[in-house]
């Protein structure tokens, strides 16, 4: 049972470009969460999703910042027009359900040049 | 006021040495977390504790509910230890993870 998949693992991205992660989680789970971990700081919470729901974004920035979970495919942050400031690790962990265990995928890594 | 307190930030220790890295909660929870941050970046989930005890290899993790307080023990400690060490709660079942700001756990040879 292959873990949580993240890609790419490095994306590097000019001021006012997209940038778009995605996030395979651990089969059978159908449950996603994106963290994001600013240089020096601690993770912080971003968004919550089920498969074709949003169940909290209160940790999402207003703008620029959206994310998805279809019903076929992996989640997708994605951040228009990219700022320095969102430079940054972006995580995704996933969770069965059945249990509230959040398994980690091993990050992407952002940098805004 | 961080919901979610760690101490020590940083520690360093002696090959061998019993190392223990405290945190505390300010908000009632369904569980806790402990996980590992290695130099790379990779996050691994060590514990989730509700109550009592946890016991993984030389890995060991308590909480007192009544004291919001968890405490994450490595007996034995070994340089390949070294990595922050990162206690997040959640209040109630599948709801986002808290975190802590980190401990970064130095073991020296």
Same mark, same amino acid.
């Given at each position: 049972?292959?873990? /949580?998949?993240?890609?790419?693992?490095?994306?590097?991205?000019?001021?006012?470009?997209?940038?778009?992660?995605?996030?395979?989680?651990?089969?059978?789970?159908?449950? /996603?969460?994106? *963290?994001?971990?600013?240089?020096?700081? +601690?993770?912080?919470? %971003?968004? *919550?999703?089920?498969?074709?729901?949003?169940?909290?974004?209160?940790? %999402?920035?207003?703008?620029?910042?959206?994310?998805?979970?279809?019903?076929? +495919?992996?989640?997708?942050?994605?951040?228009?027009? /990219?700022?320095? +400031?969102?430079?940054?690790? *972006?995580?995704?962990?996933?969770?069965?359900?059945?249990?509230?265990?959040? *398994?980690?995928?091993? +990050?992407?890594?952002?940098? /805004?040049? | 006021?961080?919901?979610?307190?760690?101490?020590?930030?940083?520690?360093?220790?002696?090959?061998?040495?019993?190392?223990?890295?405290?945190?505390?909660?300010?908000?009632?929870?369904?569980?806790?977390?402990? =996980?590992?941050?290695?130099?790379?970046?990779?996050?691994?989930?060590?514990?989730?504790?509700?109550?009592?005890?946890?016991?993984?290899?030389?890995?060991?993790?308590?909480?007192?509910?009544?004291?919001?307080?968890?405490? =994450?023990?490595?007996?034995?400690?070994?340089?390949?230890?070294?990595?922050?060490?990162?206690?997040?709660?959640? $209040?109630?079942?599948?709801?986002? =993870?808290?975190?802590?700001?980190?401990? $970064?756990?130095?073991?020296?040879?």
């Amino acid at each position: 049972n292959a873990g /949580v998949m993240q890609n790419p693992r490095h994306l590097v991205r000019r001021r006012g470009q997209e940038a778009r992660l995605r996030c395979s989680p651990m089969k059978g789970h159908s449950h /996603v969460y994106w *963290y994001r971990q600013l240089p020096e700081e +601690g993770l912080k919470f %971003m968004v *919550y999703l089920q498969k074709e729901n949003i169940i909290d974004e209160s940790g %999402m920035p207003k703008e620029r910042f959206s994310a998805e979970f279809p019903k076929e +495919g992996p989640s997708i942050l994605r951040i228009q027009q /990219v700022v320095r +400031g969102d430079s940054a690790a *972006y995580f995704c962990a996933s969770s069965p359900g059945t249990t509230t265990e959040q *398994y980690f995928g091993p +990050g992407t890594r952002l940098t /805004v040049t | 006021k961080n919901e979610v307190e760690q101490s020590p930030q940083n520690l360093t220790a002696q090959e061998g040495e019993f190392i223990t890295i405290n945190c505390s909660y300010s908000v009632g929870i369904s569980a806790l977390h402990w =996980l590992q941050q290695h130099p790379g970046g990779g996050i691994v989930s060590l514990f989730m504790l509700s109550s009592g005890k946890k016991k993984h290899g030389r890995l060991i993790a308590t909480i007192n509910i009544q004291e919001k307080h968890s405490s =994450l023990h490595i007996t034995a400690s070994h340089p390949r230890d070294s990595a922050v060490y990162i206690c997040a709660v959640e $209040r109630s079942g599948n709801t986002p =993870l808290v975190f802590g700001k980190g401990t $970064r756990l130095s073991v020296i040879a």
